[in-house]
């Protein structure tokens, strides 16, 4: 597996990590926690060096299955794990207010992250949403003493908007930013990506697969679990499902000609787009998993992403990418 550099800090990760957020949470009933061992033992087998997980992801659950499963090679592997949901002591995620980045909470998470994880360090510590009731120089100085204490290496956001970035970085050098990125949401070249790259800050794109669409098995008639969270996806309803394949279907007709899957062309091209991304796509079986890491050898052309650029572009998708409330703690 290929390595890239996240930021100016010398972060260096598999240019494919591993999302683990599904093993455990929020995309259905999950894997059996020895499976998700197993998962994700095999990913590192396999060259990634970066496994991503939450708190809140559970809550807690996700943590203690990536702490159990890096245990035997914790020094060879980044770790990135979040704060910022407002969760209480049994581990319910409050409402009111759904977000909590005070200082005391991040050293509170931190120290409880450090235990789940098994380890002596976060490698990588991302405030989850943007608090609006805690100004993000407050979250970067607290980051910045956790760093100095040794608790954690380097820090990041997750999707924040440019100027936010800039305060945070301005405090506290900030490693790389997590928001989602694919051929189906590439609203952050806009703005965001020219800001990381003016800043040095690497890029870690979530749902680079879509959550699954572009991988070509989702359609209409697709059901999900009850707790899936993309029942409550705009962009994932039946209407626009059906809609949106038309995106899936010119992928698929390009994989085709490059003798690649669906999902691999959609990896290929994050990839292709700055040196300094590092995707994280999730799974939960070990033949999707090797098919994702495939992607790393898919060589993609200027004219191959000039090409998809052309196919793509000329489909407008549907849906909104988040349901109104979750929608309303995205910060641009």
């Known amino acids: 597996m290929k390595k890239r550099r996240l930021g ?3 972060l260096e990760v598999s240019a494919i990590g591993l999302g683990c957020m599904g093993i455990s949470f929020g995309l259905g009933p999950g894997l059996d926690r020895n499976d998700g061992v197993d998962l994700i033992r ?7 060096t970066f496994f991503d997980t939450a708190e809140v992801y559970g809550p807690w659950a ?7 499963a890096v245990a035997p090679f914790r020094d060879e592997v980044v770790i990135a794990t979040k704060f910022g949901f407002n969760i ?15 200082p005391e909470r991040i050293r509170q998470v931190a120290d409880a992250s450090l235990k789940r994880l098994r380890t002596d360090r976060i490698d990588l510590f991302y405030q989850h949403r943007v608090d609006p009731s805690v100004p993000i120089e407050d979250v970067a100085g607290t980051i910045k003493d956790l760093m100095n204490e040794g608790k954690v290496r380097h820090w990041g956001l997750s999707e924040a908007g440019v100027d936010v970035i800039r305060r945070a970085h301005a405090v506290q050098p900030v490693t790389a930013l997590q928001n989602e990125y694919s051929l189906w949401w590439r609203e952050p070249e806009q703005e965001i990506m020219p800001a990381l790259e003016e800043l040095g800050i ?4 979530f749902s680079p697969l879509g959550k699954g669409f572009l991988t070509g098995k989702i359609d209409q008639s697709t059901e999900f679990a009850p707790n899936d969270f993309r029942n409550t996806v705009p962009r994932f309803s039946e209407e626009n499902r059906k809609a949106n394949h038309a995106l899936v279907e010119r992928i698929a007709r390009f994989a085709e000609s490059k003798g690649a899957t669906p999902a691999q062309v959609a990896l290929a091209w994050v990839l292709a787009q700055k040196e300094w991304i590092a995707p994280i796509p999730g799974t939960t079986k070990l033949h999707r998993l090797e098919e994702n890491l495939g992607a790393a050898d898919v060589e993609l052309t200027r004219d191959d992403l000039r090409e998809l650029d052309e196919l793509t572009s000329q489909i407008e998708v549907r849906g909104n990418r988040y349901s109104e409330a979750a929608q309303k703690m995205v910060n641009r």
């Open 202 to 205: 690497g890029f870690v794109p």
């Open 88 to 102: 209480d002591a049994e581990g319910k995620q409050q409402q009111d207010p759904p977000l909590n980045s005070r």
């Open 42 to 48: 095999a990913a590192h087998e396999r060259g990634v």
């Open 8 to 10: 100016n800090g010398g």
């Open 62 to 68: 996700n943590e203690e299955v990536v702490g159990e």
